[in-house]
Protein backbone atom coordinates (compact mmCIF):
# COMPACT_ATOMS: atom_id res chain seq x y z
CA UNK A 1 0.00 0.00 0.00
CA UNK A 2 1.63 3.39 -0.86
CA UNK A 3 1.59 5.75 2.56
CA UNK A 4 2.35 9.26 2.67
CA UNK A 5 3.49 11.14 5.91
CA UNK A 6 4.35 14.58 6.43
CA UNK A 7 6.88 15.69 8.89
CA UNK A 8 5.60 18.18 12.02
CA UNK A 9 4.85 21.69 10.59
CA UNK A 10 5.30 24.65 12.17
CA UNK A 11 4.81 28.63 13.25
CA UNK A 12 6.79 31.06 11.53
CA UNK A 13 6.44 35.02 11.90
CA UNK A 14 6.09 36.26 8.52
CA UNK A 15 8.85 36.73 5.89
CA UNK A 16 10.58 33.24 7.52
CA UNK A 17 11.01 29.90 6.32
CA UNK A 18 10.20 26.56 6.68
CA UNK A 19 10.39 23.01 4.97
CA UNK A 20 7.46 20.65 4.99
CA UNK A 21 8.98 16.39 4.65
CA UNK A 22 6.90 13.64 2.71
CA UNK A 23 7.69 10.21 3.25
CA UNK A 24 6.26 7.46 0.43
CA UNK A 25 6.31 4.14 0.89
CA UNK A 26 4.58 1.58 -1.00
CA UNK A 27 5.45 2.99 -3.88
CA UNK A 28 6.08 0.38 -6.84
CA UNK A 29 5.19 2.57 -9.99
CA UNK A 30 7.26 3.70 -13.01
CA UNK A 31 6.10 7.38 -12.76
CA UNK A 32 4.82 9.63 -10.55
CA UNK A 33 3.09 12.82 -10.13
CA UNK A 34 3.25 14.39 -6.65
CA UNK A 35 2.41 17.37 -5.31
CA UNK A 36 1.14 19.57 -2.15
CA UNK A 37 -1.75 21.24 -1.41
CA UNK A 38 -3.29 23.25 1.09
CA UNK A 39 -6.22 24.41 2.44
CA UNK A 40 -7.39 26.63 5.01
CA UNK A 41 -10.63 26.36 7.31
CA UNK A 42 -13.57 26.60 5.27
CA UNK A 43 -11.49 26.93 1.95
CA UNK A 44 -11.15 25.04 -0.78
CA UNK A 45 -7.77 22.33 -1.13
CA UNK A 46 -5.67 24.41 -3.42
CA UNK A 47 -2.63 23.32 -5.60
CA UNK A 48 1.01 24.70 -4.24
CA UNK A 49 3.77 22.67 -6.27
CA UNK A 50 3.75 19.98 -8.04
CA UNK A 51 6.74 17.56 -9.77
CA UNK A 52 6.79 14.41 -11.89
CA UNK A 53 9.29 11.78 -13.35
CA UNK A 54 11.87 13.56 -15.18
CA UNK A 55 11.86 16.61 -12.60
CA UNK A 56 9.22 19.23 -14.11
CA UNK A 57 8.09 21.05 -11.72
CA UNK A 58 4.99 23.71 -11.87
CA UNK A 59 3.63 26.22 -9.15
CA UNK A 60 0.86 28.09 -8.59
CA UNK A 61 1.20 31.52 -9.16
CA UNK A 62 1.65 33.13 -6.12
CA UNK A 63 4.32 30.42 -4.90
CA UNK A 64 6.62 31.34 -7.75
CA UNK A 65 10.00 31.96 -6.47
CA UNK A 66 8.94 31.56 -2.69
CA UNK A 67 8.33 27.94 -2.54
CA UNK A 68 10.53 25.05 -4.00
CA UNK A 69 9.53 21.31 -4.18
CA UNK A 70 11.65 18.69 -4.37
CA UNK A 71 12.38 14.79 -4.12
CA UNK A 72 14.65 12.94 -2.66
CA UNK A 73 14.85 9.27 -4.87
CA UNK A 74 17.76 8.13 -2.17
CA UNK A 75 15.55 8.64 0.75
CA UNK A 76 11.97 8.63 -1.08
CA UNK A 77 11.03 12.13 0.54
CA UNK A 78 9.20 14.48 -1.19
CA UNK A 79 9.92 18.16 0.51
CA UNK A 80 8.52 21.56 0.13
CA UNK A 81 10.75 24.82 1.13
CA UNK A 82 9.33 27.38 2.18
CA UNK A 83 10.41 31.32 2.09
CA UNK A 84 9.12 34.80 2.61
CA UNK A 85 6.19 32.83 4.07
CA UNK A 86 2.95 35.13 4.15
CA UNK A 87 -0.07 34.91 6.94
CA UNK A 88 -2.35 33.93 4.01
CA UNK A 89 0.21 31.10 3.56
CA UNK A 90 -1.10 29.71 6.57
CA UNK A 91 -3.13 26.66 6.14
CA UNK A 92 -3.42 22.71 6.31
CA UNK A 93 -0.38 21.65 3.98
CA UNK A 94 -1.25 18.21 2.62
CA UNK A 95 1.58 15.71 0.09
CA UNK A 96 -0.25 14.02 -2.50
CA UNK A 97 0.74 11.63 -5.06
CA UNK A 98 -1.22 10.46 -8.35
CA UNK A 99 -0.51 8.12 -11.52
CA UNK A 100 -1.40 10.71 -14.03
CA UNK A 101 2.36 10.87 -15.65
CA UNK A 102 2.82 12.58 -18.29
CA UNK A 103 0.25 14.83 -17.27
CA UNK A 104 0.89 16.73 -13.72
CA UNK A 105 -1.43 19.20 -12.88
CA UNK A 106 -2.48 20.79 -9.84
CA UNK A 107 -6.30 19.54 -9.49
CA UNK A 108 -7.01 17.47 -6.58
CA UNK A 109 -8.89 14.89 -8.08
CA UNK A 110 -5.57 13.31 -9.90
CA UNK A 111 -4.09 12.34 -7.06
CA UNK A 112 -5.33 9.00 -5.59
CA UNK A 113 -2.81 8.99 -2.50
CA UNK A 114 -2.77 12.09 0.23
CA UNK A 115 -0.58 12.09 3.24
CA UNK A 116 -2.50 13.04 6.71
CA UNK A 117 -1.88 16.91 6.49
CA UNK A 118 0.53 19.06 8.39
CA UNK A 119 -0.40 22.70 9.77
CA UNK A 120 1.43 25.54 8.70
CA UNK A 121 0.80 28.68 10.80
CA UNK A 122 2.33 32.05 10.31
CA UNK A 123 2.02 35.03 12.53
CA UNK A 124 2.31 38.69 11.19
Known amino acids: DVKLL ?3 GGSVQA ?3 LTLSC ?3 GWTYMSYCMAWFRQ ?4 E ?9 GGKKTYEDSMKGRFTISKD ?3 DTLNLQMTSLKP ?3 GMYYCAAGLTYPFCDLDP ?9 TQVTVSS
Open 23 to 25: KIS
Open 109 to 117: KDFRFWGQG
Open 88 to 90: EDE
Open 40 to 43: TPGG
Open 6 to 8: ESE
Open 45 to 53: REGVATIMT
Open 15 to 17: GGS
Open 73 to 75: SAS
